[in-house]
């Protein structure tokens, strides 16, 4: 268990594994159908660069929601959302890239 608090530890495991989903994403897709699945390879990027956008809004939307039932923002709480808008949104800007030229 990295921290005390379980909500960061769920936010902290989101953001490292929507980083990975986002930049190996299209190594995850070749491996998920070369060795695990006979899928199409578009459906499989797809669905990995969603997971990925889901996995980087779902700590900004825990955030939020804990921070409307104390009143308070953390520091800690502070630095992931900075964290994740610098990181995720040209993160999930360049998997939205890589998705759609994988579409043609």
């Known amino acids: 268990m990295l921290f005390k608090d379980k909500k960061h530890n769920i936010i902290f495991m989101a953001l490292v594994i929507a980083i990975v989903f986002g930049i190996y994403a ?7 159908t070369e060795n695990i699945v006979d899928l199409p390879l578009s459906l499989v990027i797809v669905v990995i660069t969603f997971i990925s956008l889901a996995l980087f809004i779902i700590p900004a ?10 009143g308070e923002t953390n520091k800690i709480d502070k630095i992931y959302l900075i964290l994740n808008a610098i990181i995720g949104i040209p993160l999930s800007a360049f998997s939205i890239f890589v998705m759609l030229m994988w579409m043609g």
């Open 26 to 32: 299209q190594s995850i897709t070749y491996y998920i």
């Open 61 to 70: 939307t825990m955030i939020s929601k804990a921070n409307k039932k104390s």
